[in-house]
């Protein structure tokens, strides 16, 4: 849903005033965990433009299309898996506004917990994401992740009623392999997650 609305583009007193437009849009996105804890990330495509930022698979709904047909088509478009709905893990909604803050969107944000049942991990060909893996919790809290993401790490795993522990079994390493290869340290993002 779009609206077109006054507003001011510019500094006060210039005249500078143009057109914005409201905009609603909602989208579903994958929260996939395998055996191991791991979680399924995608990483945004330089061509969105908000820098160097992981994700989790999913985007916007097509005209019509229900939001859990739309998280499965989009898990398959963007990681190459076919997945299957385990539940509602939740929902939830940003603003985001352009530069100049004239047009303004409400992302609305469905998250369903997926299972995956076949097809073959490999990157989105010309899309929004450019590549996807499996990251620990430790792994993903060391690469600079999306809000929504880092949401999706705090949320309970299927069958859990308590946040998961950011140590998984993939995550075990002997002291020795931690001395020997450090974690480096990342900032959060500044960026908001993109439109996808």
């Known amino acids: 849903m779009s609206r077109r609305r006054r507003a001011s583009a510019g500094t006060a007193g210039t005249g500078t005033d143009r057109a914005g437009t409201d905009r609603t849009r909602v989208a579903a996105y994958a929260v996939a965990h395998d055996d191991d804890g791991r979680i399924l990330l995608c990483h945004i495509s330089p061509s969105v433009g908000v820098g160097d930022v992981w994700t989790l698979p999913g985007g916007g709904l097509d005209f019509g299309e229900a939001p859990e047909a739309a998280v499965l088509r989009e898990l398959a478009e963007e990681t190459g898996y076919t997945g299957e709905l385990e539940g509602l893990a939740g ?13 303004r969107m409400h992302a609305i944000r469905i ?45 309970p795993r299927s069958g859990q009623t308590s946040r998961p522990d950011t140590m998984s079994p993939a995550d075990s390493v002997s002291l020795a392999e931690r001395s020997a290869h450090p974690e480096p340290a990342r900032p959060e993002p500044a960026h908001p997650e993109p439109a996808n």
């Not at 929902?91 to 047009?103: E, I, Q, T, W």
């Not at 929004?128 to 990251?135: E, G, I, N, P």
């Open 91 to 103: 929902v939830s909604d940003r603003m985001f506004h352009d530069v100049d803050g004239a047009d």
């Open 111 to 155: 998250l369903y917990r997926v299972r995956i049942v076949g097809g073959d991990l490999r990157d989105e060909p010309d899309g929004s994401t450019d590549t996807c893996r499996w990251f620990t919790p430790r792994q993903a809290r060391n690469v600079r992740l999306g809000e929504l993401a880092r949401h999706a790490l705090d949320l």
